[in-house]
Structures are given as structure tokens and as C-alpha cells.
């Protein structure tokens, strides 16, 4: 499938981000059940369906140009949302190696890597970009190799580091998160990290997950999927600017629920970063409207009863409580059974 | 486990007497990345998977170098490398993984290598020069029959080398161990006897657990032939003497998730129903073992094997 970048959308004030029919067709819509419960939903990410956003490692789509403008503009406001320890000097090179190899593989048609020794030329040709640098020299970058590969890459990047069978937060990239800091879980240990989500705790989620991402291998990457709900195509959700969406929640009627509630799915990567033995997490977001969504039946009528029927201390979490049954009730017209 | 990679040996040196380095080319494309403390499984023609530490610098991605010890009760994979194996011969391996990486964080890298144990020190000293970190190496083996690179690392390190070339000088840990700064991380390579001493010397200087890392060198070993059952796909397999149980399920093709098949990552674990069980692993605890045994290392003795499989 050849891939075209639309025209710049925004993902703030605005909001003039759209999906368009092929990008619906392959939005990773992530209940398999009528019901959600967490589980430990890991796969080997391997590559599968021609097309779809499970066929290539870091997937690139149509709002490429967008995002990369929105990335750009957040760094800008808050250049603390890019961070690197220095014991994870080499685990950043890692990882812009790992992205120019696969983007150049899976992409050749929009980006080039060229490799003599430690002298590399990296050509992106959707941003004009044409780079020649010294492999572990920081110097011979406009930035930091992992600010610099990370203006070129849809989603967000954290690399962990991994000592005494736990994993630390110790580096990232962080634009678009769903409700969590970079600045904030800096330095933390898996299980700091995740100490705010309910129930999973109890359910022994997070040890079994550790446990299972502390043995991932190189060439090993592993994926699975998480869901939030958040209002307008906002991707810059964090806790640093929840003055400026917090409040959102609280303007949904049924005449706008279509459109501003959002369905945002995040395909998580975990790969092992082969010459530092990090762990490398990718996040990569993607938006829906609920408008957008309902052109799919089967996906209206799943989402309603996993809305309905989903626990109340994990819509809390997800921050839904305040319009859940607004959309709720909207969603009911597209369930037969409701 | 992804694919196996075919590789050519390129190189074979007689670094001792008994220690032999293979060096090994790729026949594709370069060969994978990898860590300082990686190491990779080597199949051999005659059947036998070995894991070995890597010692060439991890920047290097044309060659890969291992150094193999020739054991004298060898279940047939050392002695193939030391007597059978030629320049030209093509291999696979399994790519790296690393299962003794460095503590980024520490403050002050402490080395302890006896014997064969060397290896994996190796790149861990190329790379810990390149980052400029500070580390020295304490380094216990028996003058010309297993002091594997001793020259090439007195050019290298100079100061931070320390032999102990037994039996005239004895590595002494508590010396090593004491009086140490507090960021200060211990990694151990060699015999299962060395590590004991180091843990409990450690623990009685104060040194918590955390903060001291260790890899055996414990491949598997032969024993007596036995056979065992598999209750799901309805097989019965016989063992030979010098095939470990991992190699003779991997022989039916049934393949068994492992990575150091030396009886310590814990990966192979496998459940059994029925039969007793000779524990050779340094991984399951004494509850585990009831239920659990790990098909690297561990052989069935006594009453035959139904194995969860
Ligand atoms: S493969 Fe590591 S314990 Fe068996």
C-alpha cells in the first residue's frame, strides 16, 4: 500500500484533525470481547495483515506531517518533555539507530540510511531533511540523537533502563501521553510507575508483566494495545497542561458527543535495544471520533456495552466518569440489543 | 527463539593449552548488535548446543569471537570445537542475549573472573574504556594452562588488571570486598564455587544482594540414559548419556523456550507429573522442584519421567 501524508491537521484550538476512510478502515479498534477487563494482553509483534498498522514496527500513517508539527510545538513550550540521563547516552543512539533502520527498511520511498562505518547520511524526505553525522557523536546532530530522531517519528518513545530484574524510566520522549509525565516518573522503578492504576495491582498484572518484559531479547519485540477516551483529537494530554483540557470533560451534551469524544488507542512496542541492553517502550496514538467510529457497526455496538458494563474504578481512571453516561446513551442507538 | 543465524568460522587460535578461540563470520548481512555480558548458543554439526560468552568488542559486527575450554568430562561439544572443528566449517548460532549485562549505575565496576570466566569480561573492559568508567579486573587462573589473554589485558588496563595466578598468589575476596564505595558493583564469572564464596564474603562485609552480579559457567553435563514421557503430544524419547534433555526434545521437535542452557535463566522451565527427577539447576527452589524441573541441566533417574509437554 503506497502511503500519502495529508495536509497539516491540528491537534489543539482548532482541533482540524480528521481520519480519513482508510485511516478508519485501519484504526486498531481493541475490545476482541463485549466486555474489557486488563490482562496482561502481550503478543510477539510480529508483522501481519498487508496494510494494517500491525505490518510494520514503528508505524508510520497519514498524519505523519501533522504530528511531527504538533511534536515540534510542544517541545518548544516545554523542552522537558524530552529527557536523557546520562547512563542512557548509548541507549539513545541505540534507538535512532533501531528507527533509521526500520523507517528506511519498511519506508523506502520517504526515508534513506546510507552507512560508512560510524558516518551515516539519513535522508527523510517528507520533512526535506538530508543528514550526514558521525554515529555516537552528538555533536555532528542539530540535538541530542534521540530529540533528533524523535522529531521524525510518530508517538511517543521512553527507554528503560534495566537493572537488578527491574526497569527504571530513564529517558523519553514524551508529547502525546495519555494523563502521565515524563518529568514525573523519571527515575522510577515499573511498579512506581503504574502505582496509580486500579485493580491491576491486586491482580498480579504488573508483576507477571515485568517479569515478562525483563526477558525480552533482541529481534524479540512485543506489543499489545491500551484504550483511554479523551475529548477532541487532543494528543498532548498531560498532566503539565491539564489546565488547559482538564475542563473539557465537563462540556459534553448528546448534540456534541459525536464529535468531540475521541476513542484513543495506543499500540505499545517493546523492543530490546541491542547494544545497551535497555528496554525500549513505544507508545504510538491513535485518534477516533466517535462520529468517525460509528460509520462501523459492529465497533458502535461493542464499545457501547464495553462502556456500559465497564467497572467504575477503572472509568475513573480513564477519566470518564463526568460524561460516561452521556455517551453511553448515545452509543445505545447503535446497539441492537439496547 | 527467532531464526538462527548461519555463520563461517573464520579463525581458530590455541590461546592455551586447553582454550581454544573460534572466531565466526556471518554468510548474510552483518551479524546482530549486541551488549557487553551477551553471549550465544552455537550448534554444532554433531548435535550439541552449547551458549558461550562473547568476547569480541560489541561495536564489531562482522565477527563474533568465543573462547571454549576443553572440559574433560565434555558431553561432546568442547571436544568437538577442540579436535574436530575447522577453519571453513559453517555453523548456526542463535542471536545474543545478554543474561549478565553492566549496572549502569554503578559508580565503581569490580570484575572477578576465574579460568574460562575471562570471557565475558572481555567486551565488558572495551566497553567500560569507552565509556570511561571506573573498574578494575581481579582475574585468578593457572599460569599457562588457562591464563587466556593475560598479556593482551596487562596492554589494555594496565593498573586496573590484578592477577592471581594460582596456587602461588590466591584470590583473596575479602581483600577485594572491603572497604568499598557505596555505588560499588561486584560481577563474578567462574565456577560455581567461586560464586558461593563470593555471596557469602559479601554478605558478611555488609554487601547487599543488589549490587553483586554473577554468571556460572555451568553447561550441561552427561549422566545416565534415561527416557521420559510427553503427556500432551503422546511421545516417549530415550536419552542418551551425553544428550541433555533439552537436546533430545529439541530432536523431536518439540521446542522449549531457553536462553543460557546452563540451568540458571529460569527459561526452560517445564512441569512434570509423574517420575524422579536429578536437580542439577541453580534456579528452581526446593517447593519448585516438586513440580518443576528445568530440561537444560536436569536429567530423570529412578522412577521414568511423564513430563507436562
Ligand atoms: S535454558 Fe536457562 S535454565 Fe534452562
Known amino acids: 500500500m503506497s502511503l500519502t501524508f495529508k495536509p497539516v491537521g491540528s491537534y489543539h484550538q482548532d482541533f482540524s484533525f480528521r481520519n480519513s476512510e482508510e485511516a478508519i478502515q485501519r484504526f486498531p479498534f481493541p475490545f476482541p470481547e463485549d466486555q474489557y477487563m486488563y490482562s496482561v494482553n502481550l503478543e510477539p509483534a510480529t508483522s501481519r495483515n498487508p496494510g494494517s498498522i500491525f505490518e510494520h514496527c514503528f508505524d508510520i500513517d497519514e498524519h505523519y506531517r501533522s504530528e511531527m508539527v504538533e511534536r515540534n510545538r510542544v517541545l518548544e513550550r516545554d523542552p522537558r518533555r524530552c529527557l536523557v540521563m546520562p547512563h542512557m547516552q548509548t541507549a539513545a543512539w541505540d534507538t535512532l539507530a533501531m528507527l533509521m533502520e526500520h523507517l528506511s527498511q519498511d519506508y523506502p520511498q520517504w526515508f534513506a540510511l546510507s552507512r560508512d562505518g560510524d558516518q551515516w547520511q539519513w535522508q527523510n524526505h517528507a520533512l526535506g531533511i538530508d543528514q550526514r553525522f558521525t554515529y555516537g557523536d552528538a555533536d555532528t546532530l542539530p540535538c541530542e540523537p534521540l530529540e533528533y530522531i524523535g522529531r521524525q517519528v510518530q508517538g511517543d518513545f521512553a527507554l528503560l533502563d534495566q537493572r537488578e530484574g527491574d526497569l527504571f524510566m530513564d529517558a523519553g520522549i514524551v508529547t502525546c501521553p495519555a494523563d502521565w509525565s515524563l518529568a514525573f516518573d523519571a527515575g522510577m522503578s515499573f511498579k512506581q510507575w503504574h502505582s496509580p492504576v486500579p485493580m491491576a495491582h491486586q491482580m498480579g498484572v504488573f508483576d507477571r508483566a515485568l517479569k515478562y518484559l525483563v526477558n525480552i531479547q533482541v529481534g524479540q519485540p512485543v506489543r499489545r494495545l491500551n484504550w483511554t477516551l479523551t475529548i477532541n483529537p487532543r494528543l498532548d494530554t498531560s498532566p503539565e497542561t491539564f489546565h488547559e483540557w482538564g475542563s473539557d470533560r465537563a462540556s459534553i451534551t448528546p448534540g456534541n458527543v459525536g464529535s468531540l469524544v475521541h476513542l484513543r488507542v495506543e499500540l505499545q512496542v517493546m523492543a530490546r535495544l541491542p547494544r545497551s541492553n535497555a528496554l525500549m517502550f513505544s507508545i504510538r496514538t491513535y485518534l477516533i471520533s466517535m462520529d468517525e467510529l460509528v460509520t462501523q457497526p459492529a465497533w458502535a455496538q461493542r464499545l457501547h456495552r464495553v462502556l456500559r458494563d465497564l467497572p467504575d474504578a477503572i472509568a475513573d481512571y480513564k477519566g470518564m466518569t463526568l460524561y460516561r453516561q452521556t455517551l453511553v446513551d448515545w452509543l445505545s442507538q447503535f446497539d441492537s440489543q439496547a | ?309
Not at chain 2, 113 to 131: D, S, V
Not at chain 2, 148 to 176: F, I, M, N, T, W
Not at chain 2, 228 to 257: I, W
Not at chain 2, 290 to 308: E, F, H, K, N
Open chain 2, 1 to 309: 527463539m527467532s531464526g538462527f543465524i548461519p555463520v563461517r568460522v573464520t579463525d581458530i587460535r590455541q590461546v592455551t593449552p586447553v582454550i581454544r578461540e573460534v572466531s565466526l563470520q556471518s554468510l548474510g548481512t552483518a551479524l546482530p548488535k549486541f551488549s557487553a555480558g551477551s553471549h550465544i548458543q552455537v550448534l554444532l554439526p554433531n548435535g550439541k548446543r552449547n551458549a558461550y560468552s562473547l568476547l569480541s568488542d560489541p561495536l564489531d559486527t562482522r565477527h563474533y569471537r568465543i573462547a571454549v575450554r576443553h572440559q574433560e568430562n565434555s558431553r561432546g561439544g568442547s571436544r568437538y570445537v577442540h579436535e574436530q572443528l575447522q577453519v571453513g566449517d559453517e555453523l548456526r548460532i542463535a542471536p545474543p542475549a545478554n543474561l549478565f549485562p553492566l549496572h549502569n549505575e554503578a559508580h565503581l565496576h569490580i570484575l572477578l573472573a576465574a579460568g574460562i570466566g575471562i570471557t565475558p569480561f572481555m567486551p565488558y573492559c572495551t566497553e567500560l574504556l569507552r565509556r570511561g568508567a571506573p573498574f578494575e579486573l581481579h582475574y585468578a587462573y593457572r599460569n599457562c594452562i588457562s591464563d587466556a589473554y593475560v598479556a593482551q589485558l596487562r596492554d589494555l588496563l594496565g593498573e586496573r588488571l590484578h592477577c592471581y595466578d594460582s596456587p602461588q598468589r590466591r584470590l583473596d575476596l575479602k581483600h577485594v570486598l572491603s572497604n568499598r564505595p557505596l555505588g560499588s558493583h561486584v560481577y563474578a564469572c567462574g565456577p560455581q564455587r567461586l560464586l558461593d564464596d563470593l555471596h557469602q564474603q559479601a554478605a558478611s562485609l555488609g554487601w547487599s544482594d543488589s549490587r553483586i552480579h554473577s554468571e556460572a559457567f555451568s553447561a550441561a553435563q552427561s549422566g545416565q540414559p534415561f527416557s521420559v514421557q510427553l503427556l500432551r503430544s503422546r511421545q516417549q524419547l530415550n536419552v542418551s548419556a551425553d544428550q541433555s534433555l533439552l537436546e533430545a526434545l529439541e530432536a523431536a521437535g518439540v521446542e522449549v523456550p531457553n536462553l543460557c542452557r546452563g540451568g540458571v535463566c529460569g527459561q526452560c522451565q517445564t512441569g512434570y507429573l509423574q517420575g524422579d527427577v536429578e536437580h542439577r539447576d541453580h534456579f528452581l527452589s526446593p517447593d519448585e522442584k516438586a513440580a518443576s524441573l528445568m530440561p537444560c541441566v536436569s536429567r530423570g533417574c529412578g522412577q521414568p519421567l511423564l513430563l507436562d509437554l
